[in-house]
């Protein structure tokens, strides 16, 4: 049997409705879901697990918004090559 890696996709957004929904279509499609509330804490999930392969990323949120958390990973080693979906 082959061994399949099942891809980890970071839902960053402020709005529970929108992480229940895409959470639920990703983890059917048999994709790992982390989810962050903000981009401050999208940053330290970031950096505390670093073996994610995508981000869907809100815009609007407070605390750190989605351009600020984008700028911010951009900035360390790591995590600039992470793709990004706004």
């Given at each position: 049997m082959k061994n399949i890696k099942s891809h980890k996709i970071l839902i960053v957004d402020d709005q529970q409705k929108n992480i229940q929904v895409l959470g639920s279509l990703?983890?059917?499609g048999n994709y790992?879901?982390?989810v962050a509330m903000n981009g401050?804490?999208?940053?330290?999930i970031l950096i505390e697990l670093n073996d994610f392969d995508l981000v869907l990323l809100y815009v609007n949120m407070p605390i750190m918004n989605g351009f600020e958390a984008c700028r911010?990973?951009?900035?360390i080693e790591n995590l600039k090559e992470i793709p990004i979906i706004f």
């Open positions: 990703l983890r059917l790992i879901v982390g401050k804490q999208a940053m330290e911010a990973m951009r900035k």
